[in-house]
T-cell receptor
Framework: DAKTTQPPSMDCAEGRAANLPCNHSTISGNEYVYWYRQIHSQGPQYIIHGLKNNETNEMASLIITEDRKSSTLILPHATLRDTAVYYCIVRVFSGGYQKVTFGTGTKLQVIP | DTAVSQTPKYLVTQMGNDKSIKCEQNLGHDTMYWYKQDSKKFLKIMFSYNNKELIINETVPNRFSPKSPDKAHLNLHINSLELGDSAVYFC?????????????FGNGTRLTVT
């Protein structure tokens, strides 16, 4: 299984961009990179995903390096409500279906 | 409108009891999942169903038996509960099993076994 490595914690000042890195050096060519976040003990919330190209939606931007071995999630203007654990995930197939495995994630603390 | 709903939100029970957790999604998705989050906050997949058929079983003890009466529902029945079963259980769904399909999670059921 392709695994991901993330820093355990990060701080970000409110209003500044939060850049969350992720390493996935063993990623295969057909595996997507996904980002989710979990606020308190709520269910994980989907943020964004990508395969090769950079992606942007109303929540965040995803920058994937050309060799696809790492990526960065960018929250352009972090707010206090963005304080959460952020998970970088590589989708893996099992028996023809995807199997999503969550790692330990990065605990992002947005500071006033 | 709640997309993925789980009941109950909290469940406290004694060792040896049998309990069920229900999950329903109104998104029209084909694939549903059960995840377990332990005290160390690791989220681990337990089961995955596609159109009512089991497709992933991650070496979960056979005391855990998922049941999918239709593709909008995936219930989890646990027999002979043990202390180690205490955790938060999350149900999730996705449009299908393809890698381009995001997961939508419920808000979890916190199970405490005493």
């Amino acid at each position: 299984d392709a695994k991901t490595t993330q820093p355990p914690s990060m701080d970000c000042a409110e209003g500044r961009a939060a850049n969350l890195p992720c390493n996935h050096s063993t990623i295969s060519g057909n595996e997507y990179v996904y980002w989710y976040r979990q606020i308190h003990s709520q269910g994980p919330q989907y943020i964004i995903h990508g395969l090769k190209n950079n992606e942007t939606n109303e929540m965040a931007s995803l920058i994937i390096t050309e060799d696809r071995k790492s990526s960065t999630l960018i929250l352009p203007h972090a707010t206090l409500r963005d304080t959460a654990v952020y998970y970088c995930i590589v989708r893996v197939f099992s028996g023809g279906y995807q199997k999503v495995t969550f790692g330990t994630g990065t605990k992002l603390q947005v500071i006033p | 409108d709640t997309a993925v709903s789980q009941t109950p939100k909290y469940l406290v029970t004694q060792m040896g009891n049998d309990k069920s957790i229900k999950c329903e999604q109104n998104l029209g998705h084909d694939t549903m999942y059960w995840y377990k989050q332990d005290s160390k906050k690791f989220l681990k997949i337990m089961f995955s169903y596609n159109n009512k058929e089991l497709i992933i079983n991650e070496t979960v003890p056979n005391r855990f038996s998922p049941k999918s009466p239709d593709k909008a529902h995936l219930n989890l029945h646990i027999n002979s509960l043990e202390l180690g079963d205490s955790a938060v259980y999350f149900c999730a769904s996705s449009p299908d099993g393809r890698p381009s399909s995001p997961l939508h999670f419920g808000n979890g059921t916190r199970l405490t076994v005493t």
